[in-house]
T-cell receptor, first 114, second 112 residues
Framework: KAGVTQTPRYLIKTRGQQVTLSCSPI?????VSWYQQTPGQGLQFLFE???????NKGNFPGRFSGRQFSNSRSEMNVSTLELGDSALYLC?????????????FGPGTRLTVL | ELKVEQNPLFLSMQEGKNYTIYCNYS?????LYWYRQDPGKSLESLFV?????AVKQEGRLMASLDTKARLSTLHITAAVHDLSATYFC????????????FGKGTRLHILP
């Protein structure tokens, strides 16, 4: 079974730009969660999508948005980039059919905002 | 405020020694996960603990969960250099908003 894939792996943007990150979950997984990882704040939950609906949301500003498609692939968008958005963005997929939420992570997208 | 606290945050130890990483959390939950992250890599699922008293073992690592004390431990037996990584516990907020909340991680450095 193929794992979670994320594209692109690296991105360099400037302040004020916007960016879209993509995540393809493990086949059969309908839940996709997004996390931001920084040295100072650690792993912070952004949002979770399940069957194309946002199931949960973390405490991030509205500049961070996402969506999920019918094939469970998900995209995350960050508008009006700020320097503080530089981070590793991790996507995780889960089946959520077994009653618990073991998550399987992709390799991440390293975003640098200049 | 919901908290998931790991300690220590950094641990340097000699090969062959035993040690324990602690994960305390501040809300009711019967589900807890442990992950490993190597430098520059993503997170790898290690253990899924789903009830009070759950114990899982894989090689030199053993994880346990005490839901009454809101405490999970990750015990390392006879450490080897290959276990050097950052270890995260993550609490499943099943009785609240169903989010997963991660601890800050314990950076483990095993000296040969």
């Amino acid at each position: 079974k193929a794992g979670v894939t994320q594209t692109p792996r690296y991105l360099i943007k400037t302040r004020g730009q916007q960016v879209t990150l993509s995540c393809s979950p493990i086949s059969g997984h309908r839940s996709v969660s997004w996390y931001q990882q920084t040295p100072g704040q650690g792993l912070q939950f952004l949002f979770e999508y399940f069957s194309e609906t946002q199931r949960n949301k973390g405490n991030f500003p509205g500049r961070f948005s996402g969506r999920q498609f019918s094939n469970s692939r998900s995209e995350m968008n960050v508008s009006t980039l700020e320097l503080g958005d530089s981070a590793l963005y991790l996507c995780a997929s889960s089946s959520r059919t077994s009653g618990y939420n073991e998550q399987f992570f992709g390799p991440g997208t390293r975003l640098t905002v200049l | 405020e919901l908290k998931v606290e790991q300690n220590p945050l950094f641990l340097s130890m000699q090969e062959g020694k035993n040690y324990t990483i602690y994960c305390n959390y501040s809300t009711t939950s019967d589900r807890l996960y442990w992950y490993r992250q190597d430098p520059g890599k993503s997170l790898e699922s290690l253990f899924v603990l789903l009830s009070n008293g759950a114990v899982k073992q894989e090689g030199r690592l053993m994880a346990s969960l005490d839901t009454k004390a809101r405490l999970s431990t990750l015990h390392i037996t006879a450490a080897v250099h290959d276990l050097s990584a950052t270890y995260f516990c993550a609490v499943d907020m099943e009785y609240r908003d169903d989010k997963i909340i991660f601890g800050k991680g314990t950076r483990l450095h095993i000296l040969p």
